[in-house]
């Protein structure tokens, strides 16, 4: 029987080449064939332009990984690569679910800077204390567990980092989320948002949540909602550990 080879899953951070980690780039270098969406392929491909390409559009999921895993059988070394970290809303978990043990194929997850943390480098220090990460999208999460999730972190005065915030089928979704969180905090409360995190159009805006409510946003942006304690310094959001009481 033939050894399969092997199989990264890369997380390749929000998009520019310096905010991907070292190992991430080893792993792309030694790799024969890189597979991955259409959008994060355009990211990488002219720093491994000797790399085979393979690539499928949004809600491929499945069909990209399968394809990923059947050239690594090949023997090849493959790489699938996600955007952010491959763990965080990536690949790596639908990839250990179809991968079949018997086929003897190695697999190695390559972590990446999710787009919570590189956004929030852009902003200042949101993340300073406890926080939680929730994606808007409902496509794979009823939104009635959306919404638990969302008032069950802002009644815990948790900062709140939020992906997916809003599409063109999800115009109203930030809008909602918001309304939700300012039945357990202020209005007031400091708020931040990242577009396009480390690629040539980047911007950043900080503001209130009541402010934010009326912002549309899309895909490509992070959203960020401060606890109690979170301040605006210098332009900056910060939300601090306390470490000056200690």
Known sequence: MTKSGKLYVVGIGPGSYEDMTIRAIKA??????????????????EHFPDKEMLTTPMRR????????????????TAAMVCSGDS????????????????EDLEIEIIPG?????????VLGAPLGHDFAVISLSDLL?????????????AQADMVICLYNPSSKKRAGYL????????????????????K???????EMAVMTLEVLRDIQTDMFTT????????????????????YKNV
Do not use: F, H, W
């Open 87 to 102: 763990g965080v809303y990536g690949m790596s978990g639908l990839i250990l679910e179809m991968a079949r043990p018997e």
């Open 196 to 202: 396009n995190i480390g690629r040539e159009e980047e």
């Open 175 to 194: 809008k909602r989320a918001c309304e939700i969180v300012m039945e357990y905090k202020s209005g007031s409360t400091i708020c931040g948002l990242v």
């Open 113 to 121: 800077v999710t787009a919570a943390l590189s956004g929030g480098a």
């Open 28 to 45: 792309l270098e030694e790799s024969e064939v890189i597979v991955g969406y259409t959008v994060y392929i355009d990211l990488i491909k």
């Open 223 to 242: 959203v960020y909602i401060g606890n109690s304690m979170t301040k605006l310094i210098n332009g900056r959001m910060v939300t601090p550990r306390g």
């Open 141 to 153: 999460t009823p939104m009635e567990l959306i919404e638990d999730r969302l008032k069950a972190s």
């Open 61 to 76: 999921e499945q069909e990209r990984c399968l394809m990923a895993i059947e050239e690594a059988k090949k023997g090849k």
